[in-house]
């Protein structure tokens, strides 16, 4: 594999995306790696009346959104000995069971500062099977060279 | 609260001896207009995470990730990071672990609360026999378009008081104890 170097990346460059269906059970999944046991996730019996939502049905863990998004930076990341630094992130729309979540990335920023230090903006977001925001989000990521 | 069976996706110690009833210690939570901003002194959370490989490895499957950084140990021994890397993510197992149900920050456990979004820095990664402590304090609150917001700084350290990461973590809540409670029987306790 070519390694990865910071004059090599540009702006508008797109990251392999992250796509996973979900269900009630790997809510639950979630639930237990997480230790998030907030009944929104888990319970469908207690949602049905509670709708913390507005909606009769469990929804995704916004940290699960969040760490699919997450995924399709440390992807390219991870095997490129590049730091993440920073993560931010905003859920715009609740995920239903049996929805598919798309995470897709791209480069937006490219900070010149100097070696060691220089570094890039990524800006994710999510979308259902229909093409409905989930959420959006940016992770800086620090480069070696 | 309907019965959830979650001990059959139970892999790890901590996941065994957690609890999963977020119901049961909800009188002790911090309330969105009972926290007292006038002390923003910080202190520690309840326990201490002592990071073992099934750790990381349990939270990159949670997630549905089989990067081989974080779930495959040969692999990830034979790599230039010389062993496991956990999910950037992985802050938020900690955050519960060691927030608990009685401590400062149990809000995060609050039924009904929902996640608008949050915000994280990584320092250094997390690592296999890092033993984290954390570090909290209110760090704001306020109201928009009807929904209550509380903000909390969370500091993470390892053993040798390293900082790992900083997490502003935030979430909508009810926001008296008797908007809890509503939750707490089933009911919405939200007006928004």
């Known amino acids: ?145 | 609260m309907s019965r959830i069976n979650f001990e059959r996706f139970f892999k790890t110690e901590k996941q065994k001896e957690f609890s999963t009833d977020f119901f049961m210690d909800a009188e002790d939570y911090e309330v969105w207009n009972e926290i007292d901003f006038a002390n923003l002194e910080e202190v520690d959370g309840e326990r201490t995470f002592e990071i073992k490989a099934e750790d990381i490895k349990a939270y990159a499957e949670g997630c549905l990730d089989d990067n081989p950084f974080m779930t495959d140990e040969e692999y990830a021994k034979k790599s230039p990071y010389k062993g496991l890397i956990a999910h950037p993510l992985f802050v938020t197992p900690i955050i519960f672990y060691c927030v608990g149900k009685k401590g400062r920050g149990n809000w995060i456990r609050t039924p009904g609360a929902r996640n608008p979004g949050q915000e994280i820095e990584i320092y250094d990664p997390f690592r296999v026999g890092e033993v984290i402590h954390i570090r909290l304090r209110p760090y704001d609150r306020y109201i928009k378009r009807g929904k209550y917001y509380l903000r909390y700084k969370i500091d993470m350290y390892n053993q040798q008081n390293i900082k790992k990461a900083t997490c502003i973590s935030t979430l909508i809540l009810p926001p008296t104890r008797e908007d809890m409670r509503k939750f707490l029987k089933g009911q919405r306790g939200l007006t928004d």
């Open chain 1, 1 to 145: 594999m070519t390694k990865i170097t910071f004059d090599s990346v540009q702006t508008g460059q797109e990251l392999a995306p992250f796509t996973k269906k979900v269900n009630q059970e790997i809510f639950w999944k979630y639930a237990v790696a997480s230790f998030d046991y907030n009944p929104v996730h888990n319970d469908p019996e207690w949602v049905k009346t509670a709708q913390p939502f507005k909606v009769p049905y469990t929804v995704a863990h916004g940290m699960m959104t969040m760490s699919f998004m997450t995924s399709v930076v440390t992807n390219w990341a991870y095997p490129n000995m590049l730091r993440i630094r920073k993560i931010t992130s905003k859920f715009t729309l609740p995920v239903a069971p049996g929805w598919t979540v798309k995470c897709t990335g791209v480069i937006s920023e490219k900070h010149v500062i100097s070696k060691g230090k220089n570094y890039v903006v990524v800006d994710l977001k999510a979308e259902n099977q229909e093409g409905a925001l989930l959420g959006v989000g940016e992770i800086e990521v620090v480069f070696p060279d």
